[in-house]
């Protein structure tokens, strides 16, 4: 699946922005997720070889990524901006194990964690800039 959003915005008006449901060989690239609950969401199940990037994400309520068991990720040159309350950036749960690489990413003005990772066997976090995150 690639999802190239050739620059345009989508407007979440408080929904999720891009949900993924039991895919693999994921990639979305090159576009704007506003007003969002969760920016980019891939839903609890086995999501193989995921590729996300050139992303902006403004105004998550909840995280501004999050995926949930997923192996062999990319995460690369996402601005996430403005979380809500408790709201991580970018979120990789519930890996068993998790295999990825998040690099040159900025995550900036939110009330959770930059980057959270729970249960990554293999990730690497490459040249990325949070910056006035208010999270545990």
Avoid: K, W
């Amino acid at each position: 699946v690639d999802l190239d959003l050739n620059g345009f915005y989508i407007d979440g008006a408080g929904g999720v922005g891009i949900t993924v449901l039991g895919a693999n060989d994921v990639r979305i690239h090159d576009g704007v997720l506003q007003n969002v609950s969760v920016g980019v969401d891939f839903a609890p199940g086995a999501v193989v070889r995921t590729v996300l990037e050139d992303l902006r994400i403004f105004g998550a309520l909840s995280h501004g990524i999050r995926l949930d068991a997923t192996n062999n990720f990319a995460i690369r040159r996402v601005l996430i901006n403005s979380t809500g309350s408790g709201a991580d950036g970018i979120q990789i749960h519930n890996g068993s194990p998790t295999t990825g690489r998040i690099e040159s990413c900025a995550v900036t003005a939110g009330g959770g964690r930059g980057i959270y990772i729970e249960g990554g066997a293999g990730v690497a976090i490459v040249d990325n800039a949070i910056t006035n995150m208010f999270g545990r």
